[in-house]
């Protein structure tokens, strides 16, 4: 054992195997010589827990692509040794995506070794464990509203609802968007959370049932945009109520990866749907969004929003994440 209490040559890390009889997950001992190929060398020190990394652990869809795997889509550490021409040892940075914990060994691991084009500076301001605190799932969240913006959509051209509202994803989106002057609705199945949800921005709360029903190809215009985490005939709902002109930033699944809807939202009242991708997002605009959460995103809003727990715990509450009991942004301690 080394004086941090790993094995020499191994470390601690949630791993996922196929054996004959299935996939295991289990946090377990993984060897450095069977890290991926890669520039930089990174000690994570947080990790978080995102809806994808819920399916991961819980292998309730084939989000891994690769056995063993180490599973994590996220990290914010270290660098400890980098052949990268951008980084150095010592250098804290923010990885988001690129198929770590799908395709290449991922973050709910003492060590990482990845492509340095995949890593962002953390930003001046914000710490490891507010990087975590924010995620893929608050990076998303930002890139939402970023497509918002490219799309035409400010504060005063009307409401705009975040479906999903007390996930992830919705939380953020909520502080974001009220942070910017929006007149932000949160569609819930869990009304119980209206006191979280309104202290976070939300000016409005509406039961995800009115979003649920048989869909039309146009319903009341009722909001100027929106940020739905959900997919399947919320989202096509969601659109047949939208003003004209109006956009919706499509970023989820939660609810199902159909898309019952008409065109009629299109070609009748302009309505833009753009497409948010977090995995391969380009970096220019990664490093865009990640600046503008560190300075934007309110960190008491953050803080209430966040619970912490350690490696051990990832793969309950990646089961619990699943079932929507879980109510906003999960950071995972690793350092
Ligand atoms: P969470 O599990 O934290 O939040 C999902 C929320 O969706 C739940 O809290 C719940 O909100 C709502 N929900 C869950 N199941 C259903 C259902 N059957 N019908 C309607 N609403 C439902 O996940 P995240 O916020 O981390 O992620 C949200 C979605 O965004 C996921 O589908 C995820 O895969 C996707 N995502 C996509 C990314 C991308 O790059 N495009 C990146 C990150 C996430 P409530 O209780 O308020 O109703």
Same mark, same amino acid.
């Given at each position: 054992m080394d004086r941090k209490g790993r094995g020499v040559g191994t470390f601690k890390a949630i791993r996922i195997d196929k054996t004959?009889?299935?996939?295991?997950?289990?946090?377990?001992?993984?060897?450095?010589?069977?890290?991926?190929?890669?520039?930089?060398?990174?000690?994570?020190?947080?990790s978080t827990l995102n809806y994808k990394d819920g399916l991961a652990v819980t292998g309730s869809a084939p989000v891994v692509r690769r056995f063993p795997m180490i599973a994590g889509i996220d990290a914010a550490g270290t660098v400890e040794t980098s052949s990268h021409?951008?980084?150095?040892?010592?250098?804290?940075?923010?990885?988001?995506?690129?198929?770590?914990?799908?395709?290449?060994?991922?973050?709910y691991a003492q060590q990482a070794r990845v492509n340095g084009d995949w890593l962002v500076a953390l930003p001046r301001?914000? %710490?490891?464990?507010? $990087?975590?605190?924010?995620g893929t799932?608050? *990076?998303?969240?930002?890139? @939402?509203?970023?497509? #918002?913006?490219?799309?035409?959509?400010?504060?005063?051209?009307?409401?705009v609802v975040v479906t999903g509202a007390a996930g992830g994803v919705g939380s953020v989106a909520l502080a974001l968007l009220a942070g910017l002057g929006y007149h932000a609705v949160a569609a819930t199945g869990r009304p119980a959370e209206a006191e979280y949800l309104k202290g976070l921005g939300a000016r409005?709360?509406?039961?995800?049932?009115?979003?649920?029903?048989?869909?039309?190809?146009?319903?009341?215009?009722?909001?100027?945009?929106?940020?739905?985490?959900?997919? %399947?005939?919320?989202? $096509?709902?969601?659109?047949?109520?939208?003003? *004209?002109?109006?956009?919706? @930033?499509?970023?989820? #699944?939660a609810?199902?990866?159909?898309?019952?809807?008409?065109?009629?939202?299109?070609?009748?009242?302009?309505?833009?749907?753009?497409?948010?991708?977090?995995?391969?997002?380009?970096?220019?605009?990664?490093?865009?969004?990640?600046?503008r959460l560190a300075e934007s995103?309110?960190?008491?809003?953050?803080?209430?929003?966040?619970?912490?727990?350690?490696?051990?715990?990832v793969i309950e509450t990646g089961r619990r994440l699943l079932e929507g009991k879980v109510r906003g942004r999960i950071v995972v301690r690793i350092g």
């Open positions: 004959e009889a299935g996939q295991t997950v289990a946090l377990g001992e993984f060897d450095e010589r069977d890290l991926m190929p890669g520039d930089v060398t990174l000690r994570p020190q947080w021409p951008q980084w150095k040892p010592g250098d804290n940075v923010i990885l988001n995506g690129w198929g770590c914990g799908e395709t290449h060994l991922g973050a301001g914000l %710490s490891a464990r507010e $990087a975590m605190a924010i799932a608050g *990076y998303t969240a930002m890139l @939402a509203v970023m497509a #918002l913006e490219r799309a035409g959509l400010a504060p005063d051209r009307g409401p409005e709360i509406i039961e995800r049932k009115e979003l649920a029903g048989p869909v039309k190809p146009l319903a009341r215009e009722r909001f100027a945009g929106a940020i739905d985490c959900v997919g %399947s005939t919320t989202l $096509a709902n969601v659109l047949s109520m939208i003003r *004209y002109g109006g956009c919706v @930033a499509a970023c989820g #699944l609810g199902g990866m159909d898309l019952p809807a008409s065109v009629a939202p299109f070609i009748l009242r302009g309505v833009t749907l753009a497409g948010v991708d977090s995995v391969m997002c380009p970096q220019p605009l990664r490093r865009q969004a990640w600046q995103l309110d960190r008491a809003k953050l803080a209430s929003m966040t619970s912490e727990i350690g490696l051990g715990q």
